[in-house]
């Protein structure tokens, strides 16, 4: 497993409200370990949600006894969850803070995805193909029909997600699994990509750079920037 993480603030943003988590050795009983979070709420609140998801699903995960990944996600997800909402009620500053959360834990051939909001999972095989369904009300218009994929990207609505962590006292997280094999690539990306590049500019990127995930990584970055970098803009690339 080779494996590659970047945040950047973009273009727009003064400041960096992304926090990334790239571990490909063991944390608890998980082999390996990755994480985007995308905060949500003023410049401090944003930052502090998604930092203290990342902190605290990783600190479940290294003390949790359950014994099946997806039990274990779940319940870590649900203690951040917690963490956030009861950090915000506590201080008018942070009020209504949360953070969009994707997730992986790569065992053999499987690959276990946590998502909630609209930061995305891609698998790279023989084509790009979006893992993870963004909980957003763009997707919802996709899904009843109301709009084209094509258009989620441009819609005046793009930024409004249906789901998210610390905003509510319970949480519902998509988990499940998928096949993976020696060399897929997976990226984890928050929106700041992912509402800058077509999927079609991001495959060939990471096509392109495949045998170089730093270089492929760095690319997604400063196109992203070229396009506008009108959000933070993170990233992680794992080749199996």
């Not at 003064?14 to 949500?40: I, K, R, W, Y």
């Not at 870590?76 to 917690?82: D, G, L, T």
């Amino acid at each position: 497993m080779n494996t590659f993480s970047i945040t950047d603030t973009g273009r727009v943003r003064t400041s960096n409200q992304d926090c990334v988590f790239c571990e490909e050795n063991a944390v608890g009983s998980f082999p390996n370990l990755f994480l985007v979070a995308d905060g949500m709420g003023g410049h401090q609140a944003g930052d502090m949600a998604s930092r203290i998801c990342v902190e605290e699903v990783v600190r479940q995960i290294q003390a949790t006894d359950r014994k099946t990944p997806v039990s274990v996600l779940e319940q870590a997800i649900s203690v951040a969850n917690q963490k956030i909402y009861q950090t915000a009620i506590q201080d008018k500053a942070l009020e209504g803070m949360g953070t969009t959360l994707v997730g992986t834990m790569i065992e053999g051939n499987t690959a276990y995805i946590v998502n909630i909001g609209d930061s995305r999972l891609y698998q790279l095989r023989d084509t790009l193909r979006q893992i993870t369904v963004d909980h957003s009300l763009v997707e919802e218009m996709v899904q009843s029909g109301e709009i084209q994929k094509n258009e989620m990207r441009t819609h005046p609505n793009k930024n409004i997600i249906t789901r998210a962590l610390g905003t509510d006292t319970a949480v519902r997280p998509d988990c499940f699994e998928i096949e993976v094999q020696e060399g897929d690539v997976l990226l984890l990306c928050s929106d700041g990509l992912s509402n800058m590049l077509e999927d079609n500019q991001i495959e060939n990127i990471v096509r392109e750079n495949a045998e170089d995930l730093k270089q492929a990584g760095e690319s997604l970055v400063r196109q992203a920037n070229d396009a506008g970098g009108k959000d933070n803009i993170s990233v992680i690339l794992i080749r199996l």
